[in-house]
T-cell receptor, first 113, second 114 residues
Framework: AQSVTQLDSQVPVFEEAPVELRCNYS??????LFWYVQYPNQGLQLLLK??????LVKGINGFEAEFNKSQTSFHLRKPSVHISDTAEYFC???????????FGTGTRLTVIP | EAQVTQNPRYLITVTGKKLTVTCSQN?????MSWYRQDPGLGLRQIYY???????DKGDVPEGYKVSRKEKRNFPLILESPSPNQTSLYFC?????????????FGPGTRLLVL
C-alpha cells in the first residue's frame, strides 16, 4: 500500500528566505510523484511532477523538487519565497498503472513580510 | 478556457435531505474523480470514473453515489447526508493513464450538513 507523509503541517517563513517542504512516501514499486498547490479559496493546481529521468524537477513559480529514491523523499524547495507563495502544498504519489492518486495531509506555508 | 466547474460552491443543508453537486469539464477528459478535503486528513478520493458509464469506488465511498452518463459531467449525489459529510469537495479530471497525468481541479464545494 502506498502512503505519503508530510511531517510539517505548518511552515512559517520570512519573505525572501529559502524554504523546504518535506515529503516522504512509502511504496515497494515504481512511483510517480507530484506537488500540488492550493491558494486560498481555490482548487489545487500542479506545481511540478516527477515521472522519470533527472531527479531534480523544476516547476512553476520558482519551485523545484528532488526525487531521492534511497530516502523515498520528494522535498519541495524554493530559494527565496514571496508573499504570494502563501498557500497549502500537497505532495501526492501514484503507482505505475494505478487509477488513483494518494495525497499527503498538506503543509500550510505562511510567508511573513 | 479549459476548466472544471462545480455547482454549487457553497451549500448548507439538513440531515437526510438529498443533494447533488454537479461537476463539468470542457477538456474532453476521460478520467474524472471526486475528493473530499478535511483538516489534518488531506484529500481523500471518494469515487472515480475512467470513462462514460465506468465508475469505481475510491477510499471513502460510503454515503455517496456518482453517475457518468456523459463524458463532460460527473455529479456527486448524497442520498441522505449526515453531519460527518460536512467537508470541502473537489472534482478533478485528467487524460487517461491517471498515474502520470496532471489532474485539473474544480474550485471546490463547501458543504455543511446540520
Amino acid at each position: 500500500a502506498q502512503s505519503v507523509t508530510q511531517l510539517d503541517s505548518q511552515v512559517p517563513v520570512f519573505e525572501e528566505a529559502p524554504v523546504e517542504l518535506r515529503c516522504n512516501y512509502s511504496s515497494s514499486v515504481s512511483v510517480y510523484l507530484f506537488w500540488y498547490v492550493q491558494y486560498p479559496n481555490q482548487g489545487l493546481q500542479l506545481l511540478l511532477k516527477y515521472l522519470s529521468g533527472s531527479t531534480l524537477v523544476k516547476g512553476i513559480n520558482g519551485f523545484e523538487a528532488e526525487f531521492n529514491k534511497s530516502q523515498t523523499s520528494f522535498h519541495l524547495r524554493k530559494p527565496s519565497v514571496h508573499i504570494s507563495d502563501t498557500a497549502e502544498y500537497f505532495c501526492a504519489v501514484s503507482q505505475t498503472g494505478a487509477n488513483n492518486l494518494f495525497f499527503g495531509t498538506g503543509t500550510r506555508l505562511t510567508v511573513i513580510p | 478556457e479549459a476548466q472544471v466547474t462545480q455547482n454549487p460552491r457553497y451549500l448548507i443543508t439538513v440531515t437526510g435531505k438529498k443533494l447533488t453537486v454537479t461537476c463539468s469539464q470542457n477538456m474532453n477528459h476521460e478520467y474524472m474523480s471526486w475528493y473530499r478535503q478535511d483538516p489534518g486528513l488531506g484529500l481523500r478520493q471518494i469515487y472515480y470514473s475512467m470513462n462514460v458509464e465506468v465508475t469505481d469506488k475510491g477510499d471513502v465511498p460510503e454515503g455517496y453515489k456518482v453517475s457518468r452518463k456523459e463524458k463532460r459531467n460527473f455529479p456527486l449525489i448524497l442520498e441522505s447526508p449526515s453531519p460527518n459529510q460536512t467537508s470541502l469537495y473537489f472534482c478533478a479530471s485528467s487524460k487517461p493513464g491517471l498515474a502520470k497525468e496532471t489532474q485539473y481541479f474544480g474550485p471546490g464545494t463547501r458543504l455543511l450538513v446540520l
